[in-house]
């Protein structure tokens, strides 16, 4: 065990430190990028990337710093950002699932295209994998995809799509070939533009309009638009879940609302009260742990090391944590934790009621706990998968 | 930075297994549990062969001059086992207090016995020092069975004195745990002058790092025992039949597998950091080691509970492990304080 750095890494952290110090209103005010704000959330991304502080190891001729890949250097930052209160830059779909999924398995001129400009914030990206039909048994998806010389004619629905109304570009699972189930899929990525798109917003718990139905009729997308072969899209498809859940488990988030409990607890005078201290102290305890065991999962990175059923895990505790830390806030303050925005006496604009539905939402979404749970039983374990259901009788 | 064993420490580790895998295979442990006392010397000797007992001991007083790290990878690896021997009293909490308050000569005289198994201290609390006497009872006083001197600690003045001194008595408790005995030491007039006094007081602060040292041991070995614990209940899944599946492909049997390894691991996490930032003297330690011991409890209760229902009617057996590995952590969940208990004290080191 050794958790020193050496003098470069240290070097860093100062300069992460005197720069968040320097520039904090200007990270304060870039809030937003999808309403008003944009402009000025894109304008602190690109400083951002500009100083290496986000897309770090991304080569340069993609948009990126070009830095040798080095973990520590991202632990570093992370952490700077953190003990600052600050989100490191945005984080969304497009950023944080699409580019790493890109750099995989995407075309040189596709990462050219694409990768720069959705670093930045730029171009906005959403996920259409959810169907009617198909959300869990997500490899049962329908929405066609029929090639028609240069070009695929794409007909079918999409459901749950967040951002899907502010998004530049989508990328999508869709059906090349009813005859596979999972090779039956490709990964395809269309502009929202695209004539025969209708995007419906559907309203959440929230009461915000944040996810869409996508309907596509006879939407026309150039072959070359695929990423991957056509009929991988299944091994594609689940690199970037992979990435998303990597994603929703991370601790920065916990972190923050975990301080937000301890201010709470303060402000409602309960801080010094033992039952809500003890919950409190479990809580800490869990998110330790979380934080920890993303330590431990970079080093298994650094050496090479196959993190097993270790790296399956970090979903299913990060966004069941967030959900029992925002609980806590919102009992803390009684018949005020109920109020919701715009109400009188509200407490923190209501966040903590948005946050808490919000975070039970992503125990739901990318995969709901359940499934996490099978994949970490069956991937992670060994544990027999669930037999087929026998064809049901038919009625003579 | 490695977080996590380095290559010597997976070393270290691996030794422990393969040595374990000797000396306390479950029928050997099974056997031991059997005696009157539940000493493995077998097991003793091994360990002390290995350098596992004086991991905390400087090199200059016959140890390896490692630390709690090396320490708490044994002392999982023996939770793992339900191996018969209570480390954390033998080569944790004992030898830190006889380094914190001995002199040179004491040290010398003792630590490198302790190092060498010569010597097994258990540590005994609760008891008065008046007139010249020890007198007193000391309850719940651990890993007395397998030692061969006590260490009396009141209000941070040390004694050693043979187990077998006139006017102590010895009377074994029984616990569910019947790897690792607890005992009623009664101290009936025994003359201060006949033990040997450790020339140091250990203060309040050097207590509460003892302590410290002591809560991080107990939440690896109960780490230890809730992984064998999966182990087990996840093998035991994959065999077992029922309405003609078996029965690890039912959901139901699957998550609850999925929620304890969900759980335990990341407290291995904890308890590598906590032993790491007791070792280095971080200033988090002091709500870190309270707060890993209590984290500990908790994961620990649900995953025994949790794995002893996967094996459905032969999870009440005695035949089955199961309940070695139930009862090991139940017992570590009392020591070195309360789960309720130990977050208070992490809270309040907090706001300190
Ligand atoms: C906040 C939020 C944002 C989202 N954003 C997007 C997005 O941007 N793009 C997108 O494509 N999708 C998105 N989704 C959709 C999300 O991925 C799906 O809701 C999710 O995968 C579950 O699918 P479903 O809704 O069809 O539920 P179902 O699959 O019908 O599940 C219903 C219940 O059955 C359980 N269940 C189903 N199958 C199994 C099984 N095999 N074993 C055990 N239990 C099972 C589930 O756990 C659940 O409890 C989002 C969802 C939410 C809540």
Not at chain 1, 76 to 92: C, D, H, T, W, Y
Not at chain 2, 197 to 217: D, F, P, Y
Request: charged share 25%; glycine share 10%.
């Amino acid at each position: 065990m050794d958790l020193e750095l050496s003098e470069q890494y240290e070097s860093l952290r100062m300069e992460v430190r005197d720069f968040l110090q320097v520039n904090r209103a200007q990270a304060l005010a870039a809030r937003d990028l999808y309403g008003e704000g944009r402009d000025r959330a894109v304008a602190w991304q690109t400083i951002l990337v500009e100083k290496g502080f986000v897309a770090r190891t991304l080569p340069k001729h993609f948009g990126g710093f070009g830095a040798e890949p080095d973990l520590l250097e991202t632990m570093v930052i992370q952490q700077e950002f953190a003990r600052a209160k600050l989100p490191l830059g945005l984080s969304n779909q497009g950023i944080d699932m699409f580019v790493p999924t890109l750099l995989v398995f995407g075309t040189e001129e596709q990462q050219e295209r694409y990768i720069g400009p959705t670093i930045r914030g730029e171009m906005i990206w959403c996920q259409g994998y959810s169907e009617p039909g198909s959300g869990s048994d997500l490899a049962s998806l329908r929405t066609r995809a029929v090639r028609q010389g240069d070009r695929y004619v794409i007909n079918g629905q999409k459901i749950w799509t967040s951002t899907a109304k502010q998004a530049d570009m989508m990328f999508a699972l869709v059906r090349t070939d009813t005859a596979h189930k999972h090779a039956g899929i490709s990964y395809i990525v269309l502009s929202m533009d695209t004539p025969g798109i209708d995007v419906r917003p559907l309203m959440t718990m929230n009461g915000e309009a944040s996810f869409n139905e996508v309907f596509f009729t006879d939407v026309e997308v150039p072959c070359e638009n695929v990423v991957g072969e056509e009929g991988q899209g299944w091994n594609v498809g689940t690199t970037t879940l992979k990435f998303e859940r990597g994603m929703l488990g991370r601790p920065e988030l916990s972190e923050r609302l975990y301080l937000g409990c301890v201010d709470i607890l303060e402000r409602v005078g309960l801080k010094n009260n033992g039952a809500f201290r003890d919950r409190l102290m479990r809580l800490q305890a869990r998110l330790l742990a979380h934080k920890l065991h993303g330590m431990r999962l970079v080093t298994d990175r650094l050496e090479n090391r196959d993190s097993g059923v270790s790296s399956l895990i970090v979903k299913l505790n990060g966004c069941q944590l967030n959900y029992d830390l925002c609980a806590l806030a919102i009992d803390a303050m009684g018949e005020r934790g109920v109020l919701r925005f715009g109400s009188k006496h509200v407490e923190d604009g209501g966040s903590w009621q948005t946050t808490h539905m919000y975070s039970l939402g992503l125990i739901i979404g990318g995969g709901t706990a359940q499934i996490q749970k099978n994949i970490i039983s069956e991937a992670g374990l060994g544990m027999p998968r669930e037999p087929k259901p026998a064809k049901a009788p038919r009625s003579a | 930075m490695e977080f996590g064993p380095s290559k010597a420490q997976r070393l270290l580790r691996d030794a422990t297994v393969d040595l374990l895998k000797q000396s306390a295979s479950v029928e050997r442990v099974r056997e031991i549990m059997e005696t009157e006392t539940a000493v493995d010397d077998e097991l003793k000797a091994a360990l002390a062969d290995q350098g596992a007992l004086g991991l905390l001991v400087s090199e200059r007083y016959g140890g390896s001059g490692l630390g709690l790290f090396e320490t708490v990878l044994v002392a999982q690896e023996l939770g793992r086992n339900a191996a018969p021997f209570d480390l954390t009293t033998a080569s944790v909490i004992a030898p830190l207090l006889i380094e914190a308050a001995g002199d040179h000569a004491q040290r010398e005289q003792w630590l490198n016995k302790v190092a060498s198994g010569e010597e097994i201290v258990a540590v005994v609390r609760g008891v008065k020092e008046g007139g010249g006497r020890f007198i007193g009872v000391s309850s719940y006083a651990a890993g007395v069975n397998q030692a061969t001197s006590l260490l009396v600690e009141v209000g941070g003045r040390c004694w050693l004195l043979p187990v077998a001194t006139q006017g102590v008595t010895v009377e074994q408790l029984n616990t569910i745990d019947e790897t690792r005995r607890w005992s009623e030491v009664t101290f009936d007039g025994v003359a201060v002058s006949d033990c040997e006094r450790l020339t140091n007081r250990v203060s309040s602060q050097e207590l509460s790092r003892v302590a410290q040292a002591g809560q991080i041991a107990t939440a690896a070995d109960s780490l230890g025992a809730c992984y064998r614990g999966i182990e087990v209940a996840v093998e035991y899944a994959k065999g077992r039949e029922q309405f003609g599946r078996i029965i690890g492909s039912f959901q139901a049997v699957k998550h609850l597998c999925a929620e304890m390894i969900a759980d335990v691991d990341p407290l291995q996490s904890l308890v590598w950091y906590a032993a790491y930032a007791w070792d280095e003297r971080q200033d988090d330690i002091h709500h870190v080691a309270p707060l890993c011991k209590a984290h500990s409890a908790e994961i620990g209760y649900d995953c025994v509970t949790k794995a002893t229902q996967v094996f459905g009617g032969v999870g009440f057996t005695w035949e089955c492990d199961m309940h070695l590995y139930f009862k090991r952590v139940q017992v570590d969940r009392q020591l070195f304080g309360r789960p309720e208990e130990l977050r208070e004290q992490a809270a309040m080191a907090q706001s300190a």
